[in-house]
């Protein structure tokens, strides 16, 4: 059986995790290749490296760590932020990544998805997208959840998916950080609306979130990011409680 | 020391088996060059993409002449694997054909992508040395080589496919042994021993 996934998701600024991220055991926990191998070794499935870092000059020290993070660590991860253009991701998948995560730039032009889908096949595209619930409709957001589109969650998904995604990596902005749990509805009805996997995120706060965002959310993959930085949830342990409550997972 | 050889043709993630192989201590060379490759002792032919791109681009530079002919142990992986076969239903694609084998797609039913980690049962290779059933694999394709007298471990997901294959020296798997942690490197690490 295809177990269910868990992701965390680091965010590098700079080439360096951001945020106190506390470990023992580790030397260096702003390293986000150091990090990554915890992970791992901690049983995660795959991971997210997120680069929020300001400047396009910056973001040019991502190939080179995304080509360390490939030579050290042995299970996938997706590289994401600012991506928005075929080179771009040539560049990316080329230094080792398994995947990219495009959001911004495909919502202006959605030809880019099915660019690079051609290109290099839709295993490789994860469509990211930041909603907010606002009057009972989903309603996609750019700049990190800040700015309004017109677009409806659904309406996009579907468009992504026709266009060559590979999978959705969904935010519900109203959760994000909420440690409320996952928007688990608008999950369930995602998972309705295209064929392709869905990763949820936005909201992780303890396991039984974990337990409702496959069983009641249908999700295929579960992302988060503060409840393992800061050590409240052991992925271990996470996986042994899911398995108790017959999810399958690694 | 033995002479490790990667393939290659253009396609994605050839980085990540050169540094799977890193990571066992292996130093492998990249290479198209036929002379090359034909000396080696072991030929690991990589590959995600698309299966017509990936056979044009094997073409252009002779390669689809050349692997058929290779003597020493292959091992394709995922989109690798594939093209080792007949005939892909991925843009209906004509394929080595070293496998008398068809790649059809998975059916609707089923969410595709095939994207995750997904178990191995009934292993029959050396390959699989100290693999236990039931073991984790990552997957990501959308398309799967049916099961014959070819297979060699079998994983399911809506119907029974094979997970692995071989014929003489020929090997092939649908997962990414380069991204299935220690397990998958030991697979790798399998492989090299093959004689």
Known sequence: MLAKRIIPCLDIKDGRTVKGIQFENLRDAGDPVELGRLYSEKGADELVFLDISATHEKRKTLVALVERIAQKINIPFTVGGGISSVDDVRALLKAGADKVSINSAAVKNPQLIQDIATQFGSQCVVLAVDATCIDNEWIVHLVGGRVPTELNLFEWAKQAESLGAGEILFTSMDGDGTKKGFANEALAQLSKTVNIPIIASGGAGNIQHFKDVFTKGNADAALAASVFHFGEIDIRNLKKELTNSNIIVR | ?195
Not at chain 2, 42 to 58: E, W
Not at chain 2, 60 to 77: A, E, F, R, Y
Request: hydrophobic fraction near 40%; charge should be negative; include cysteine.
């Open chain 2, 1 to 195: 020391m033995e002479k490790i050889v990667i393939i290659d043709y253009g396609a994605g993630n050839t980085r990540s088996v050169q540094f799977a192989l890193e990571r066992l201590g292996v130093e492998a060379v990249l290479t198209n060059n036929h002379t090359q490759i034909e000396a080696a002792d072991k030929v690991i032919f990589p590959g995600v993409g698309q299966a017509q791109t990936a056979m044009l681009n094997l073409q252009s530079t002779g390669l689809d002449q050349l692997i058929p002919t290779l003597k020493q142990p292959v091992l394709g992986v995922c989109l690798g694997m594939q093209l080792l076969c007949d005939f892909s239903e991925e843009a209906n694609t004509d394929c080595l054909g070293i496998f008398p084998l068809q790649v059809k797609r998975f059916p609707k039913i089923m969410r595709v992508p095939h994207i995750g980690w997904n178990q191995i049962i009934t292993l029959e290779s050396p390959i699989f040395n100290e693999i236990p059933d039931k073991e984790y694999m990552y997957y990501v394709h959308s398309y799967f080589v049916e099961l014959s007298e070819y297979t060699i471990a079998t994983t399911n997901y809506g119907l029974s496919f094979s997970a692995a294959i071989q014929k003489d020296n020929f090997y092939g798997c649908q997962f990414h042994p380069e991204k299935s942690g220690s397990m998958g490197e030991r697979i790798l690490a399998n492989f090299l021993k093959i004689n």
